[in-house]
């Protein structure tokens, strides 16, 4: 109520991440404490595809925010960080982007609040992913003939790896293949590994609208 | 020489912004020169598409910045601001955006710039436009059957209008539909300016590879 300079008898929304929209009216405060009452409930459907955007985080955590800003604001429903080969950062602070994701999607107006994993090693990616999803792995080397929206099926589930600054090695791509990934190329131009995590969430929820 | 602590004989890249690469091999500095000589020249062919994006610049400059340069590393020719009735920001500073494409365009390793003009009235838009181009207008309230892609026709050149954060007035949309342009959505979410201009770039570019 201070920092927003609500009084009693305002009106604020509260949403649960889940789709759940609740129009409240403020009562009162205590220095530490805010009681509002529920005026309306509303839950809302989430889309009916599933995106999940699994990427080696920058060396700069800064792209990776950035990036978790812009696909919640386009429209993703989970974000697992990978360790790779040629990775340049094999740790993150994982709670500080689950915060960024909050902060994102109150400010897109966006009632879904995607999950967001903690780093993994690339072979526990291939060994937990689940076999009814469509998987593609985007790497430099493919060529246009594999670009993502000419190879994708229509799904309701999709799961698209994307590479450190150095790219996948040989023997990762490989093993992705192994594992059941398509491999994909996401243009014609070279893309830094957060822009491309983005190209790849807009072509994903493009191919939904898409008739 | 002195800042990226390079000596007499080491080589640098050098380009044009139209398509010129030059290998050159450093001779010596003065204080405020530096002298080389040019060991290689190649000449690269652009793409064969124009994408023109028009748009109302935001308040904040900084996400215009942003625009730039993931605009470029994605894949843009040209850049235009204009103002609308519902405009955030009558003018800008336009010699700082195009600085900041030139980076982007190094950084990048784009061998092309954009070109960027400075901003007009929506109307001067309109009435300046050619008619061999495919015009596109986005506003929030065309629906999911007028997704971009579902409409757009494939062709050599593009040009496509992106309102500002209140949208086009329905009396700009009319004017815009009168002089050719078909209105378009950019998908399922609500976006601010500047994420609605790098979807459109995405998407456009994403139209040249498609099949």
Redesign the interface.
Known sequence: MRVLRKKAGDQILVLDGKGGLYTCILKDSKPREVRFEVEKEEQWDG?EHHIHLIIAPTKKIDRMEWLIE?SV???IQEISFVRCMNSERPQLKIDRLQKKAISAMKQ???LFLPRIHDIIPFQEVLTHSADNVNKYICHVRSG?NN?L??VVKKGRSYQILIGPEGDFTDKELIQAEEHGYTPV?L??????TE?AG??AC??L??L????
């Not at 243009?187 to 830094?192: I, K």
């Not at 939904?208 to 008739?211: A, F, I």
């Open positions: 889309p812009k604001e386009i429209g897109s107006m966006n246009e670009f929206l000419n190329s243009g014609e131009n070279r893309l830094r822009t983005l190209v807009v072509l929820n493009a939904q609208v898409k008739n």
